[in-house]
């Protein structure tokens, strides 16, 4: 699944493509996303021009001046940067046709993203609402997760992947920074001391932030080889690793399930 740094690469790949672009044409072959694609999407996109994409979350904005475009990836999205004259395969649900000849093609085989335009300059969609402050984001740090987890008798990796708590860590990064934290994931969010949660801040800046590095730096070859813009795993110290021994003490790594999800971490090297 598409997590924060894979957004965060797809829109670093797309901006350079599409900035100061107009869009020639929209071409919609199934409307049936997570929301259905509205009928007048194809139109009110023809004639724009894409000044900036931002991403909030794991939301992409495309902002067009008299509007956004709203795009997320679901469950198994893309958006794939091609010449207009490739020929679109089948889960090819969308293209957004730019007057450079190139063609942001969207594909999706699961159908649970969205694509959809939101008029006017006010991002106050439900959507974008209610969603807490980014991880990256000097809005996101230990005092502020101290804070907004004292009486939570919640586990600190449900209460880290919560979206309003904070925006975009995923499964993996949320078992990736438990475990450079060195926090066991089972333990109730409201119970880590401030010194631990500057920690944990810290440890998921930096878990996406090397995400996003690794993703960044094969951007290109994603987008010369194909048109790609692929995800990436970044190197794993847990997640992923059940029954293989700690990079750092060399005990079994072991899975548990929290909330539905599985969830990685070595029970020596994590307190
Ligand atoms: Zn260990």
Known sequence: MPELPEVETTRLGLLPKVKGRRIDEVIVRNRRLRWPIPRNFEK??????????????KYLLWDCGTGFVLSHLGMSGSLRILQAETAALVHDHVDIVFDNS?????????????MLWLAGRELDHPLLDKLGPEPLSSDFDGNYLHAASRGRRTSIK??????????????IYASEAL????????????????????KLAESIKQTLANAIRAGGSSLRDYVQADGELGYFQSEAQVYGRDEMP???????????????????FCATCQK
Do not use: K, W
């Not at 190139?102 to 969205?114: E, I, K, Q, S, T």
């Not at 475990?179 to 500057?198: E, L, V, W």
């Open 246 to 264: 700690c990079n750092v003490c060399g005990s079994h790594v072991r899975s548990i399930r929290q909330g539905q999800r599985s969830t990685y």
């Open 102 to 114: 190139l063609v942001v093609r969207y594909h999706d085989p699961r159908r649970f993203g969205a």
């Open 158 to 171: 449900e209460f880290i992947m919560n979206g309003h708590v904070v925006v975009g860590v995923g499964n």
């Open 179 to 198: 475990f450079m934290a060195g926090i066991d994931p089972r333990r109730y969010a409201g119970t880590i001391s401030r010194a631990r949660c500057n």
């Open 44 to 57: 009110m996109l023809a004639g724009q021009t894409v000044g900036d994409v931002h991403r909030r979350g």
